[in-house]
């Protein structure tokens, strides 16, 4: 063979090599930017709301979901009242119920547990119901779990010796995505994550990037907040941040400050083509996410 046609035959391999490349890097990018799909929702919130249809009706008939003080909780409610000007904030009433049996959980472990924790593998369960999905028929899958949690209140210092064994569960935040995976089987990431007011949204934020990286083919992402000791609402009123009446009125000449509230929401995310591909239900599509 002659060094011109060696040279030749360089130069189709080098060819070739560049293409294959540019095929490899156009799939990349459009990975990378691929929309993300909806495919389920669950959720907790006050006023009763149990569902996504009953955060819709609550929103459309303008509910008041504010209530005072739960007193199911041991809360001092006379010492509270003496230390915050502000005795009303949004509460979940039902965070206390839990049927530990149906997720295999002994009945002391799940008094120990976090109802942070027990309130995610509901809320997590219906997601799958929501999203018309077997959930057993997901074990071993790169399912990821991302999920916002800040309030670790659970128990507090003293809590009963009949607890010991359960307590590093129960206050931990990494067990609150991990309890999730375990439970299911999932085989994708697990991640707890704490960025104040924008946890669940970061914790979004995560999921896309898990299922565009090919990390994950489904993942599971929000966040959830049970507050188990009144200490955040008296350390919000001594510093004059919360609105008199429990109410925020967001944009108003007579906004006084901020509401406590809590909840648990959770999405099903999976990419648009997987989406589509396997016949699954889309409820909305995220184009875009970023934090800051």
Same mark, same amino acid.
């Given at each position: 063979?002659?060094?011109?046609?060696?040279?030749?035959?360089?130069?189709?391999?080098?060819?070739?090599?560049?293409?294959?490349?540019?095929?490899?890097?156009?799939?990349?990018?459009?990975?990378?930017?691929?929309?993300?799909?909806? @495919?389920?929702?669950?959720?907790?919130?006050? %006023?009763? /709301?149990?569902?996504?249809?009953?955060?819709?009706?609550?929103?459309? +008939?303008?509910?008041?979901?504010?209530?005072?003080?739960?007193?199911?909780?041991?809360?001092?409610?006379?010492?509270?009242?003496?230390?915050?000007?502000?005795?009303?904030?949004?509460?979940?009433?039902?965070?206390?119920?839990?049927?530990?049996? #149906? #997720?295999?959980?002994?009945?002391?472990?799940? /008094?120990?547990?976090?109802? +942070? +924790?027990?309130?995610?593998?509901?809320?997590?369960?219906?997601?799958?119901?929501?999203?018309?999905?077997?959930?057993?028929?997901?074990?071993?899958?790169?399912? %990821?779990?991302? /999920?916002?949690?800040?309030?670790?209140?659970?128990?507090?210092?003293?809590?009963?010796?009949? #607890?010991?064994?359960?307590?590093?569960?129960?206050?931990?935040?990494?067990?609150?995505?991990?309890?999730?995976?375990?439970?299911?089987?999932?085989?994708?990431?697990?991640?707890?994550?704490?960025?104040?007011?924008?946890?669940?949204?970061?914790?979004?934020?995560?999921?896309?990037?898990?299922?565009?990286?090919?990390?994950?083919?489904?993942?599971?992402?929000?966040? /959830?907040?049970?507050?188990?000791?009144? %200490?955040?609402?008296?350390? #919000?009123?001594? +510093?004059?941040?919360?609105?008199?009446?429990?109410?925020?009125?967001?944009?108003?000449?007579?906004?006084?400050?901020?509401?406590?509230?809590? %909840?648990?929401?959770?999405?099903?995310?999976?990419?648009?083509?997987?989406?589509?591909?396997?016949?699954?239900?889309?409820?909305? @599509?995220?184009?875009?996410?970023?934090?800051?």
């Amino acid at each position: 063979m002659s060094n011109e046609d060696k040279l030749v035959d360089y130069l189709k391999r080098v060819t070739s090599d560049l293409q294959e490349t540019r095929r490899r890097l156009a799939e990349r990018e459009a990975a990378d930017e691929e929309p993300v799909a909806i @495919v389920g929702m669950a959720c907790r919130y006050p %006023g009763d /709301v149990a569902s996504p249809a009953d955060l819709w009706n609550l929103v459309a +008939q303008e509910t008041d979901a504010v209530t005072e003080l739960p007193r199911d909780r041991g809360w001092d409610i006379e010492r509270i009242k003496e230390k915050s000007y502000s005795v009303e904030a949004g509460f979940v009433h039902t965070a206390p119920l839990f049927d530990p049996g #149906f #997720f295999g959980i002994s009945p002391r472990e799940a /008094v120990a547990m976090d109802p +942070q +924790q027990r309130l995610l593998l509901e809320v997590s369960w219906e997601l799958f119901e929501h999203a018309r999905l077997d959930v057993t028929t997901l074990k071993g899958s790169r399912t %990821g779990v991302f /999920v916002g949690i800040v309030e670790e209140s659970y128990l507090g210092l003293n809590a009963p010796e009949e #607890f010991e064994g359960y307590l590093m569960t129960s206050k931990l935040s990494s067990v609150a995505s991990g309890r999730i995976s375990y439970t299911y089987g999932f085989e994708g990431p697990a991640v707890s994550l704490d960025t104040a007011c924008s946890s669940s949204l970061v914790a979004m934020h995560s999921a896309i990037r898990s299922l565009r990286s090919g990390e994950s083919t489904l993942a599971v992402a929000g966040g /959830v907040t049970v507050s188990c000791d009144p %200490g955040g609402l008296i350390d #919000f009123a001594r +510093q004059r941040g919360l609105a008199a009446d429990g109410r925020c009125k967001s944009f108003a000449a007579a906004a006084d400050g901020t509401a406590w509230s809590e %909840g648990a929401g959770l999405v099903l995310l999976e990419r648009l083509s997987d989406a589509r591909r396997l016949g699954h239900r889309v409820l909305a @599509v995220v184009r875009g996410s970023a934090v800051n």
